[in-house]
């Protein structure tokens, strides 16, 4: 329970960290301060409604403590362009974003940890002298650039999937989540979710392999064998099970991480998510939403943190249970 | 007998190096028995091995290892890999050096007793959760420990643990590799203690393997030396440390420290333990042997039973061993290395 | 005889990580490695500190070495408190006190030779470097290291254990220092080598006259080396004695034990029972009064209220037990 | 005795930092992973330097065919190795361009992720207490950051330029660098030859730098190596979102110009495929070297 609280004012401090950093890097930048929250679009009312909440006709410090104030209450302004509060834009578009990161990293690590581990004991075979290299390959692959290349195979030329976007124009549904359990959005999910699932996978089952063959040699895994336990238990209860404990950290830390990387492949198939949304805020210089795009991400890698400290702390006896004797 | 070795042969493949073949022989023709019912000690430096022979015995070599010779036979069965996998924990268990690294860390110490009551022997759950209670009973846990990791065990706890684990399915032999050597001299007492009961009290055979002449002398009944890959002497407790036939053996019992005895003086062996990957012709501890002589030095010097039948040694003057253990005593005689460790 | 080193009521604290409850209540749990030692080493002895693990004594020798700083307490050397040592002074005692460590395949730097790791303290301590090779081959000739040029150039893993103690020993000595101290110096060593490198110690030790403390888990090693034994136990010295007492006439029940539980290389030994049970307990809650009553056969209620301090109860045999004061 | 044989063995006199450098100099021939990695850095350290004489042409002209007319979407010939952009650009010649762009993002992201990173991991490791705790906590700080919407960020408010982006990508990497190292670096402070070192005097800064530094060298490079493909990757990802340096010539860029220009959809994959591969082929050499260096200094990971 301590540990829990421990890790989770970690974390909380690490968001509030780059909360922090987020607002002098908007205050530091180069034109007036006012330029990063009003835009000359508004008309005369709006913009007197933004100086007023933001206090930015007080002095930085005071604006500090107003601007964690207004994240508190998940007050992130106007978007400069929809003309929208922030937070409503963010939400719409968040779910899209998690569930091709979520979709995505389900495979990859399920992929990874089975192939890492299967690698492990094909060891020294010729598979292994292949398969290496082959998924470092994949990891030193750009991933908008495998998205392209897989658009271009399986879109534009095999035609089996949709170029771009979330749904097909003129579909109607009653609500977003019968959206999403349409066909017609996973039909759209799949190429994303393959080109994230393929960049994803190296990470995984490189750190499985790598655990594996060390935990082969722990003196437990001897033991096992030497009380005569068939090979499959040796190798899944006992080898894999430990193995697993730092890919298990690695996932969840892997959703905040792919959540940033999903920048370029939301990019290259039009997904509606949140990182799209951030590199259009950023290209037309809406600040309001780009700051927001950029704090909901650094959230749920926050959040994932967390959960990848609690899962730590649920699979390893050792963080868990303090030492009694 | 109810374990017989009989010229093993544990070969280990290294990168060929500038002084060897690539072949690291560390057992080389190592023969040995284990009476029904009594404690082995097998004791002999490190590098001698001692452990490598255990580990072959239950099947698990490192991957660079192979038997290249020789039997094992227990109960009057030869074991091959089969028959060694059947055997394993049901009748022959193994007590580890260090029972932190060989308890899984993720799994508590009465999963894992219960996973070797459940997965070798025949007990359902329940019969296995009241058999564990029990086996933690007989080495002295409390039953609540049962649910704690390995971690949360102190060293001497860990290694009853151990204990509890082998013992599980009633095996007839037990072979503990250095089982003490980790723990405090309070600690080690009373594991040796308990192990001494236990084997009485379940009529157990045991192997302990160990470096500790002390050791063995407290708890063995019979004790085997091994040299350089080899078994140089054997032979009851008593006689083997009260009347050593082999010069090692003798070298290794001025060179033990005694807090009871007279002596204030230590007498080490000079040199080291031949290189296993090109082990010197004839007798393997000739260069270092105060009364090695030519002949020490080609051919091969097969162990043999002296006068009297159950104390073996491996000496060419095994005949003289009477006047050359009287010349051992004295620590002048290990101050001259042999004559022929350096011409 | 002066002392040459000189405890006084040393004590040494690790702080641990604190739990919540701790933090608020503004608790400060540590696990006390030394808890209250004081004793002296005269000029020229040769002490051991005995005990089982986690029971202080390598803390103590770093103490004295000043690897480590006391919580609370003061030691000096040759009449020089160490917590004021700093620059020269600092490099001063350095050269004079001198450690052997455990684990020779450790103690040197593998990208060392020889020769480098040697020579290390003659520039450390800004000698000349054209004393240095004269100085390196005094120092290996005392540990009989014979055939020098076989060694200079070599790297720590081309050589054994046995000859790796006697390079750590040749650079412990080739300052030619006063006070060695040994952290079981050849627990890491083979049977047959050991009993040649504690030769060697006792050889160097008489030669140079050094003031030596060797700290060990085993009594019967001890024995060899070591004219008076301090044994301890949780932090604190029980016992403080001539060897030869402590392993024939132990007075401590704690000594006793530790006694009766080293086995012997002989088959007729004397099988007493253990008197003693349980575990060493958790050096962070350790009992009230005597630390050793919970496990003593022959605890009173006023074990539990006071720890007998550490007295004399015969000519240079001191014990801490309330069975003895009384 | 068993002699193993050690090469280059540096001699009674040598500088024990010589001899750790002149390791890792030799460390690739030992290595098939290494050794790969290493030609193929120095095949594109050779096309950068000769990028001029590989590829005359500016890489940004616009061609035009013998009739006059654009010499757009040409398709891969003996003219135009790789054909040509829609804008008449040779894509063979921006090709052997980029490679000097990459490199130099590259190679300057990891000096400076290196150097930072080794000096913190080290002040932090050795001296421990409130220094170390600070640099951590800066460290968490950077780390929780996340990586590629900060870059854009950065990149995208501050001005479109390549010194910003390494910046940014050093900003973020030192702290894997740093906290691996520290660790290392508390290992080795606990290792009884560096205890030896202190009892026979050695001052701080000579038990830092010889006894411990020296054994830190690598793994500095193995995370430079590392940062190399990672500083690579972004660079491209930065410029193919259109916040790039739109003054040179870039791998990312060319990408960017083949994707909003519909190259995918016509099937041009002589314009989009030679630059990814050339971005996995740089960025995996920087892997394979990593590993090597892994598996020869750090013997834990070593494929027993």
Redesign the interface.
Known sequence: MRLVVERFAHNALALLAVTTILFFMFRLMPGTPLAAYINENLNADQQQAVLEQFGLDKPMWQQYFIYLGNLAQGELGLSFFQRRPVLTILLEVLPNSLILTLVSLIIAYAFGVLAGAWLAWKRGSWIERVAVPAVLATRAAPEFWIGMVLLALLSFNAGWFPSGGASSPGMAYTNAFQRMASWDYLHHLALPVLTLALYLQGLPLLLMRSNMLEVMHEEFVTMARMKGFSEWRIVIRHAARNALLPVVTAFALGVGLSMGGNVVVETVFSWPGIGRLLVQAVSVLDYPLAQGAFLMIALVLAVMNFVADLLYMVLDPRVSHGRKS | MILEVDDLQIHYSTRA????SGVVRAVDGASFAVPEGRIVGLVG??GCGKTTAVRAI???LA?NGRRAGGRVVFKQQALDEAAT??L???DIA?V?Q?AM??????Y?VGAQLV??LT??GNATGRAARARAVELFDLVGLSENRLR??P????G??RQRAAIAIALALEPSLLLADEPVTAL???????I??MLRELQQRLRLSIVLVT????????LCDDVVVMYAGQVIESGP??DV??RPRHPYTM???????????DA???????G??P?L?DPPPGCRFAPRCPFALAACTTGTVAIASGSDRTHRSACLRDGEADQLRKAALDPETWLRSSSFATS | MAALVQLRDVVKHFPVTRSLGELVRGEHPAVRALDGVSFDIGSGDAIAIVGESGCGKTTLGRLMLKLTEPTTGTIAFDGTALAGLAGEGLRGFRRQAQLVFQNPFDALNPRFTIYRAVAEPLLNAGIDKAEHEDRVAAAFRRVHLADLDRYLDKYPHQLSGGQLQRVVLARALVLAPRFLVADEPVSMLDVSVRAGILALMREVRDTMGLTAVYISHDLALVRYLCGRTLVMYLGRIVEDAPTDEIVRRPRHPYTQALVAAVPVPDADQPRVPLPIKGNVPDAREPPSGCSFRDRCPHAMTRCAEVAPPLREVAGGHRVACHLELA | MAERAEPAIPTRSSWSLLGVLRRIVAMPLHDPFAFTGLVIYVLFALVALFADQLAPADPLEILFTKTGKLAANVAPGAEFLLGTTNLGRDIYGELVHGTRSALAVGLSAAIIVAIVGTVVGLVAGYFGGTTDAILMRIADMALSLPFLPFVIVLTGFLGASTSNIVLAVALLLWPNSARVIRSQVLTLRERAYVEAARVTGASQWRILFVHIAPNILPLSFVYAAIAIGWAIITEASVSFLGFGDSTSVSWGMMLQDAFSSQALSRGQYAWFVPPGLCIILVVVAGFFISRGYEEVFMPRLRGR
């Open positions: 190096g500038p002084s060897g430096e490190s239950m099947g698990v991957e996998k059947k394993l924990w049901r193994y580890p260090s690294s060989s308890l899984d860390p993720v508590t996973e070797v997965k070798r704690d990791y971690h949360q065990f102190s001497g706890m405090d001299v309070i600690v080690q007492r009373q040796l203690d470096h500790d002449i002390s050791v063995v002398a407290y407790v008593r440390l009260a070298g290794l019992r001025n060179a033990f420290p005694d807090l009871l005895s204030l003086e230590l007498v080490p062996i000079s080291s333990p290189d990957a």
